[in-house]
């Protein structure tokens, strides 16, 4: 078997460093993706507290492709402002 860097599963310490969420949100996010990863593959292997690294790596790409689309529409307003001005 050979040894790889990447474990095949991540935990919450990860999640908070890549999302500068708390502890507790993080478990929650895996608590969510485990459960959505045992809808879409009944088979999976879940591990509690843990998450597939192959499936938040997906998620992670997802919500970033959508935070750009979102970010390059012509109505977009970043700061927040009703008043676009």
């Known amino acids: 078997m050979k040894i790889s860097a990447e474990t095949a599963y991540i935990g919450p310490q990860q999640i908070m460093e890549d999302w500068d969420v708390s ?3 993080a478990y929650n996010i895996i ?4 459960a959505q990863l045992k809808k879409e593959h009944p ?4 591990i509690a507290g843990k998450v597939n690294r192959i499936w938040y790596e997906e998620a992670c790409l997802q919500t970033s492709e959508r935070r ?4 390059q529409e012509p109505n977009h307003n970043p700061t927040g402002n009703l008043d676009p001005k």
């Open 23 to 25: 502890r507790a949100t």
């Open 31 to 34: 608590k969510r993706m485990n």
């Open 43 to 46: 088979t999976a292997l879940i």
């Open 68 to 71: 750009q689309r979102y970010e």
